[in-house]
């Protein structure tokens, strides 16, 4: 069965920003970041892979989010890494538009 979660309603994020869904009502190892850029959602695991410091307080723009504490960017789209100082990527999530609701469908592989 596909774990789906109303994370937000429209109107709830304001663009460029994002909110962060605790792990424990997302049924993920993580918390996870929910943002609007433009008219699109998106969701990855809350936690920069530099430091613990979470993605949900970071800047959005141009389809990227940007760390807060050292400036590293993920892609919204995939959580891939574009920019030092973060080893590595973050897991991505879906999130769609039902009606008014924001539905967050955890990434699988990110369940506990």
């Known amino acids: 069965m596909v774990q789906r979660i109303v994370a937000a ?3 709830e994020i304001d663009d460029g920003t994002g909110i962060t869904i605790p792990r424990e009502r997302a049924g993920t190892r993580d918390d996870v970041a929910v ?22 307080d970071g800047w959005v723009e141009d ?4 760390c807060p504490l050292h400036g590293a960017q993920f892609r919204l789209t995939d959580g891939a890494v574009l920019t030092p100082p973060a080893p590595s990527g973050v897991a991505a999530h879906t999130v769609r538009v039902e009606g008014a609701d ?11």
Do not use: K, M, S
């Not at 433009?38 to 430091?51: F, I, S, V």
């Not at 389809?63 to 940007?66: I, L, N, Q, R, S």
């Open 35 to 56: 943002f609007l850029d433009g008219d699109q959602y998106y969701a990855l695991d809350n936690t920069c892979t530099h430091e613990e410091t979470g993605l949900a």
């Open 102 to 112: 924001i539905v967050l469908v955890p990434n699988p592989a990110c369940l506990v």
């Open 9 to 11: 309603r429209v109107g």
């Open 63 to 66: 389809g990227c989010v940007e």
